[in-house]
């Protein structure tokens, strides 16, 4: 029993109700019941984490989702996250987090990642990194696929929250477990393939608007096409780059450390 994840769960569920969020979930019992696990999620939008839950509440289980460490580090995120076990990624030291991961899952855990890795600009699927493969060839554990379709109209790269009452439906689909197997290069092509089979069906029978910044271009709607996203995304990086570049300038100028080896802000992985 987790008393403080299943009352934020409960707390979460009641915003969702006065959102008017209309969940229609599919697949759910192919989440284990018991053992370890890897849950493969689609990434288009801030609030996925907080859906994806939902359906391994069918077989009582919780998701221990890899979150970024700044969330940890807020003041009052932190010490919820900690609270429901979630797993720190410090970009610097990404390997900790994958070893922590790694003894979750051997625990038994449920695991959360996002193989893209960020939020899709074009709602298409990105290329997958072999993270989740990996972790669960290392762990001896199934990766289990999952789709969330609706969730980038709530609150997405770009565009307004939507957090009022807005009856958005959200459809989640979960595939069936695919064991572990090498190389984690196919077996990762192989998650791909499968979860892209998984967001048609779930895009199929959705209501898509036609121009609406929500809905893929192949779908009639106006987000970027995949090739746009994808420059949007290296432009957005490089600046950000360039802006931790300048900081770390600043603060050597400002320490009279002239830049020697260990100075702050000299080590890439500590920005």
């Known amino acids: 029993m987790e008393p403080f994840y299943r009352t934020i769960i409960g707390v979460a569920r009641t915003l969702f109700a006065a959102q008017g969020l209309k969940f229609r979930i ?11 696990a890897v849950i493969a999620m689609n990434h288009t939008g801030y609030m996925d984490f907080t859906y994806a839950g939902i359906p391994a509440r069918e077989t009582k289980r919780y998701i221990r989702f890899m979150a970024k460490k700044e969330v ?20 610097g030291g990404a390997g900790d987090a994958y070893r922590l991961a790694v ?16 939020i899709s600009r074009s709602f298409e699927l990105k290329e997958f990194r072999s993270g989740a493969a990996r972790m669960a060839l290392e762990a ?13 109209r709530v609150w997405t790269k770009g565009h307004p929250k939507r957090l009022g009452r807005t009856n958005t439906p959200i459809t989640i689909i979960v595939g069936a477990p695919i064991e572990p197997y090498e190389p984690a290069a196919e077996m990762t092509a192989q998650l791909h393939t499968t979860m892209e089979q998984m967001l048609q069906e779930a895009q199929k029978d959705y209501r898509h608007e036609a121009g609406a910044y929500w809905v893929p271009k192949r779908l009639g709607g106006s987000a970027p096409t995949p090739e746009e996203a994808n420059a949007e995304d290296a432009r957005v990086a490089a600046e950000r780059r360039a802006r931790k570049d300048a900081e770390g300038t600043g603060r050597e100028a400002g320490d009279g450390t002239g830049g020697e080896p260990g100075a ?8």
């Not at 001896?140 to 980038?152: D, E, F, N, R, T």
């Not at 702050?264 to 920005?271: E, I, L, R, V, Y």
């Open 26 to 36: 599919s697949g759910a019992k192919q989440i284990p019941a018991t053992g370890g």
């Open 72 to 91: 940890f580090d807020n003041k009052i995120s932190g010490p919820m996250m900690r609270a429901m076990k979630h797993i720190p990624v410090d970009r």
């Open 103 to 118: 003894e979750a899952l051997r625990r038994g855990e449920l695991v959360g990642v996002f193989p893209e890795e960020t």
């Open 140 to 152: 001896g554990v199934p990766v289990v696929p999952m789709v969330l379709w609706g969730s980038q």
């Open 264 to 271: 702050t802000g000299n080590d890439p992985s500590a920005q």
